[in-house]
């Protein structure tokens, strides 16, 4: 549908000394956040294929706090 984007989301995590609790929500507009992942995470790259809304954030939780944030813009 025209008011989907898609793409590769792609960020890089510091390394962590012990595994942390990684989750990646996402978060449309007027619905309900959904989870994409939770896992253990020692760091580094994290790339997956997206399709999303306009409007939706892409969300990186680490031990339940926002450590990044992508918003899928229009083109």
Known sequence: PK???????????PS???P???E???????ADDRRL????????R???????PIGTGIVVLVNGEEVFRYD???Q
């Not at 994290?46 to 999303?52: C, H, I, K």
């Open 3 to 13: 008011e989907n984007r898609y793409g590769l989301f792609d960020h890089t995590l």
């Open 16 to 18: 962590y000394p012990v």
């Open 20 to 22: 942390v609790l990684l």
């Open 24 to 30: 990646v929500i996402l978060r449309e507009p007027g």
């Open 37 to 44: 992942l939770s896992m253990p995470y020692s760091g580094g």
């Open 46 to 52: 994290l790339a997956f294929p997206y399709v999303a």
């Open 72 to 74: 899928v813009l229009p």
